[in-house]
């Protein structure tokens, strides 16, 4: 077995997965902001070489006593592989079937729609926005439910055994005047990180 | 006379994408600010003719910025140049006060859209 090559993260890095990230959630934010007809707030991304261990502490929203409802979606490009996992607390669905239009109870189906319909909208549009600027077409899997009405902990301890040490760019979305919450996590692959510096360093130079 | 040309963007890499995408062969001094204390600093001082702002960034965001700008009269043209293209982002900005919204990310032909559209390039 031959050991891994350690990655690491240079400060001008960082600043440029920030940036990128920080456009790609515009995108996201502006086609969440048009659907919902309200202000998205956006708040500065965090980008960080953690260990998997350590994600809970990556999350900003919810709390540690909150019921969330989560969903993930794998994306690979180029060589390039990781997963999105989305994680609503779930006192987020009573504003978002209001402002949706969601006709009906708020039932755990219904919630289980909106989950999707929003997840959907904000991973799809995050992760082609950075794609774009990287100038890579990222292939999105399908959109998989890990827990609804769960604890974080839950959440985290079924969606990942695959890595150790990974990138991960966290943003913690939150609306003007509306209860609606909700953290976004872009998780990369070691060996993604390893490339996705390339590309990245190409456009520093 | 050299356009002075302010720069303003909590990212290094955004700066830099920014100074990039200026149109070459425009007669312009290209100064920069790291957030929105320094650049208003910037604009005091005559460093910022015309100023590429940010809205995102920390110490005093695009918006005081522009709010600093009408209050003290400060002779400065402003073009955002953001991440957040919310409608209503565009609308507080345009009715601060700036000249125009550009959707980052900035590229050379974008720039000399923008600055052609609003006549403040003046090629030497």
């Known amino acids: 077995m031959t050991t891994p090559p350690i990655v690491t993260l240079s400060d001008d890095q960082r600043d440029c997965y920030q940036e990128l990230t920080n456009v790609a959630m515009g995108q996201a934010a502006d086609r969440l902001a048009r659907l919902l007809d309200s202000y998205v707030v956006l708040p500065i991304p965090k980008v960080n070489l953690i260990e998997i261990s350590d994600l809970r502490m990556a999350i900003e929203g919810a709390q540690e006593e909150d019921a969330v409802s989560a969903v993930c979606q794998g994306f690979i490009g180029s060589g390039i592989a990781g997963e999105a996992l989305m994680l609503f607390n779930d006192t987020s669905f009573t504003d978002l079937a209001r402002l949706t239009n969601y006709p009906g109870e708020l039932t755990h189906q219904a919630q289980l729609e909106i989950l999707m319909d929003v997840s959907s909208l904000l991973i799809g549009a995050c992760i082609q926005g950075i794609g774009e600027q990287l100038e890579i077409h990222f292939n999105q899997g399908h959109p998989v439910v890990l827990g609804q009405h769960c604890n974080v902990n839950d959440i985290l301890n079924v969606s990942n055994q695959k890595w150790r040490r990974t990138l991960a760019i966290e943003i913690h979305y939150t609306m003007e005047a509306v209860n609606v919450d909700c953290d976004l996590l872009l998780l990369f692959t070691e060996d993604s990180v390893l490339r996705l510096n390339h590309v990245i360093d190409f456009l520093l130079d | ?124």
């Not at chain 2, 909590?10 to 070459?24: G, L, V």
């Not at chain 2, 910022?48 to 940010?54: N, S």
């Not at chain 2, 601060?96 to 559209?117: H, N």
Request: charged share 25%; with cysteine; net charge negative.
């Open chain 2, 1 to 124: 006379m050299a356009t002075n040309i302010l720069i303003c963007d909590d990212s290094s890499f955004a700066r830099k994408q920014m100074a990039r995408a200026i149109p070459t062969g425009w007669d312009v001094e290209v100064h920069f600010a790291t957030d929105g204390v320094e650049g208003v600093q910037a604009i005091r001082e005559g460093r910022g003719e015309v100023v590429f702002l940010d809205l995102t960034m920390p110490n005093m965001d695009g918006y005081g910025v522009l709010e600093t700008i009408r209050k003290e009269d400060l002779p400065a043209m402003v073009i955002v140049v953001s991440g957040d293209i919310q409608p209503d982002a565009q609308e507080r900005v345009m009715g601060l006060g700036a000249m125009a919204f550009v959707k980052k990310p900035i590229d050379a032909a974008k720039a000399e859209a923008v600055l052609t559209e609003y006549g403040i390039m003046t090629r030497a």
